[in-house]
């Protein structure tokens, strides 16, 4: 998380305790990883993922919205 903390910020909920913002949400996998941006939805990781595999998803994120 800190070498993207410039660039986005991370929320972790429990589905379990956080019900009106999870009942908000449309997912079908737990864990889901929602990525916004100026509050609408860029992308979706689902399912459990390694660091490795969430590092990359979010560079690939911050670059493509760096280019629009």
């Known amino acids: 998380a800190q070498e993207f903390q410039d660039q986005v910020a991370l929320v972790k909920l429990n ?3 956080d019900n009106d913002v999870v ?3 449309t997912f ?3 864990p889901t990883t ?3 941006k100026d509050g609408e939805l860029v992308h979706t990781i689902r399912g459990k993922k390694d ?3 969430v590092v990359k998803a979010l560079k690939d994120i911050t670059k ?3 280019k629009k």
């Open 64 to 66: 493509d919205i760096a």
């Open 23 to 25: 009942n908000s949400l």
């Open 15 to 17: 589905a379990n305790e």
């Open 28 to 30: 079908d996998s737990v």
């Open 34 to 36: 929602f990525i916004y």
């Open 51 to 53: 660091k490795a595999a």
